[in-house]
């Protein structure tokens, strides 16, 4: 289990950089959302799991007495501390941290937990209890995660795909390291694989009151070149098409772009719909 955690920090490490500009056309709008669906009141204590560059961290920061963004990446800690200082948001602080145990924090600390894509690399029953022990009574929580892949139209899998027409079959370092690890079955997706597996695991936890659901909560309308932007600056991605020769990294690129373009809209645009798993709950009051 350290090992996948250690590989997962190296890779957000990688892609930290990139990540605040390359994401927030996808993390950004569904974090908004996620929010809005919990909003936090001004008497609230608010931590975001896996912040990442804080694209749930601002939208409840506003609202909320305090508020805490909490990730295992130093250099993605860095750049959310830049937009920080940029936006100014009141009482928010950073803390390098696992989200899979929360051991540098107290016990009912906080009064809402939100994790938007914060924790699919986590042990869920271990992730999930720390989530509720440092939950006040009562307190709020409200997750998602990716669901599955909508069928060969996704444009991930476009991605992906037309990425492995080209991939050479021999990887070293980083590389050969990030296709051993990220390859596998993460635990987090192996047990939490439907609405029920989320509820049952919430009980499990010590919540009450879960409620989950396979949904589309918004249509994101994005240039070709703006996904594949966000695809392609993850750092297992990135090293793989830096790997290519000139002419594969120019071929693999047309090829995508020219998939991907056969998706889009009148406007030009992909209209993508992606498939997450929420859940909400309330921290048992015992």
Not at 33 to 57: N, R, W
Not at 127 to 132: K, V
Not at 154 to 182: H, K, N, Q, W
Request: proline share 6%; hydrophobic share 45%; aromatic share 6%.
């Amino acid at each position: 289990m350290q090992r996948i955690a250690a590989v997962t920090a190296r890779l957000y490490c990688l892609t930290a950089p990139a990540y605040e500009t390359a994401m927030a056309p996808v993390f950004g709008p569904l974090a908004c959302d996620l929010v809005q669906g919990t909003p936090p009141t001004p008497a609230d204590t608010v931590l975001d799991l896996g912040t990442g560059t804080g694209f749930a961290l601002r939208q409840a920061a506003p609202h909320a007495r305090r508020s805490l963004g909490i990730d295992i990446s130093l250099p993605m800690l860095r750049a959310a501390a830049a937009v920080c200082a940029a936006q100014r948001w009141p009482r928010t602080h950073l803390l390098l941290a696992d989200a899979a145990t929360l051991d540098a924090l107290a016990d009912r600390c906080a009064d809402v937990v939100f994790s938007s894509f914060g924790l699919g690399d986590c042990p869920p029953e271990q992730a999930l209890r720390a989530a509720a022990r440092v939950l006040r009574p009562g307190g709020r929580l409200a997750i998602q995660e990716w669901g599955p892949y909508d069928g060969d139209d996704d444009p991930r899998l476009i991605v992906d795909e037309t990425l492995a027409c080209y991939m050479t079959p021999e990887a070293a370092g980083l590389r050969e390291e990030f296709r051993s690890e990220l390859t596998r079955p993460r635990a987090w997706e192996a047990r939490l694989q439907d609405s029920e597996d989320y509820e049952l695991a919430l009980a499990e936890a010590g919540f009450v009151g879960a409620r989950a659901t396979e949904c589309r909560p918004l249509t994101l309308h994005l240039s070709v070149e703006a996904f594949l932007t966000y695809m392609l600056a993850w750092a297992s991605r990135a090293l793989e098409v830096a790997a290519l020769t000139e002419d594969a990294r120019r071929e693999f690129l047309a090829l995508a772009h020219q998939r991907l373009q056969a998706q889009t809209d009148a406007d030009g645009l992909l209209a993508w719909s992606p498939v997450v798993l929420r859940a909400t709950a309330i921290r048992r009051s015992v």
